[in-house]
T-cell receptor, first 114, second 114 residues
């Protein structure tokens, strides 16, 4: 069964450094997303992306965050200058281009900012 | 608002017992989705519900989309040890673009004793 893949599985970085989290969505999906889960808390929406532009973003997704689809298969989340509170699991997801289509999630990247 | 209240927060049951958990909201949702998350992994879709009143089964799992569109429940029958994990309800909120901005409940931690 096709799946969303994310790399790396764990990233440790120092405060103030830039990180790029990578995702390969399911190949026939056209909507891509990033969600975040702080340890022990619920999954929170960050951003949705369609047709090479952001469709919607949450208040969490401030100017430190950016997303990009650099080629036909990858979808990346960049955090420009990491803060301690950015430590979390970051999940990439994708869905078909139909309203209310269910999301399929990757296994996540655990980001630890020290 | 778009908050989902999920209960119970945790459950400790014996193998073979049935389990029930639910989510409620003060606002209307277009879809209700139930995900399971194992430690260190991403949410895996269990059941997707699209119409008010819909009752859907997936093996030992049964879920229903409430008539008011403000609630949903998930039942697991004859639990087994591999049912252990965190179960999340999630939904596409009515009135939004709903292409992927899922709102998640807080999760139900299920522990099954053999």
């Amino acid at each position: 069964e096709p799946e969303v893949t994310q790399t790396p599985s764990h990233q440790v970085t120092q405060m103030g450094q830039e990180v790029i989290l990578r995702c390969v969505p399911i190949s026939n999906h056209l909507y891509f997303y990033w969600y975040r889960q702080i340890l022990g808390q619920k999954v929170e929406f960050l951003v949705s992306f369609y047709n090479n532009e952001i469709s919607e973003k949450s208040e969490i997704f401030d100017d430190q965050f950016s997303v990009e689809r650099p080629d036909g298969s990858n979808f990346t989340l960049k955090i420009r200058s990491t803060k301690l509170e950015d430590s979390a699991m970051y999940f990439c997801a994708s869905s078909e281009a139909r309203l209310n289509s269910p999301l399929h999630f990757g296994n996540g990247t655990r980001l630890t900012v020290t | 608002g778009q908050q989902l209240n999920q209960s119970p927060q945790s459950m400790f049951i014996q193998e073979g017992e049935d389990v029930s958990m639910n989510c409620t909201s003060s606002s209307i949702f277009n879809t209700w989705l139930w995900y399971k998350q194992d430690p260190g992994e991403g949410p895996v879709l269990l059941i997707a519900l699209y119409k008010a009143g819909e009752l859907t089964s997936n093996g030992r799992l049964t879920a229903q989309f409430g008539i008011t569109r403000k609630d949903s429940f998930l039942n697991i029958s004859a639990s087994i040890p591999s049912d252990v994990g965190i179960y999340f309800c999630a939904g596409h909120h009515a009135g939004g673009t709903s292409y992927g901005k899922l709102t998640f409940g807080q999760g139900t931690i299920l522990t099954v004793h053999p």
